[in-house]
């Protein structure tokens, strides 16, 4: 190959490997799901959550899985992430909990009326 054509795949190979993602963005991995556990199977390390749309969404935990908040039970409220690996869904993450919109407020002293109007 002449020193003409080593040029030019060199500079094909950069403008491809510049043309990416800019590095100062951030970068988030897997998918969101947000939703309650449907259902809890200890012995196969697996569980489904149903979004708010209905839809159940079964996933798998690992000893990589972080879980946050509480244990993994039917009912729970969650809100995680997840990859696709070998047709499974594998959480990476679960936060256990009411989400905010859920939460009952505490009536404001304003709110209250006064027994002496």
Do not use: C
Request: net charge positive.
């Amino acid at each position: 190959m002449s020193k003409i054509g080593i040029v030019s795949v060199l500079a094909v190979a950069l403008t491809a490997a510049l043309s990416g993602d800019a590095p100062n963005k951030a970068k988030t991995h897997g998918y969101a799901l947000s939703g309650t556990i449907a259902s809890v199977d200890e012995s196969r390390k697996t569980f489904v959550v149903k979004n708010a749309a209905g839809k159940d969404t079964s996933l798998v935990w690992t000893a990589a899985t972080t879980v946050m908040g509480g244990q993994l039970k039917p009912g729970a409220n969650v809100t995680l992430r997840y990859l696709n690996k070998d047709g499974k869904h594998i959480a990476t993450s679960v936060s256990i909990g009411q989400p905010a919109a859920q939460k009952t407020p505490s009536p404001s002293p304003a709110a209250t009326p006064s027994p002496g109007r």
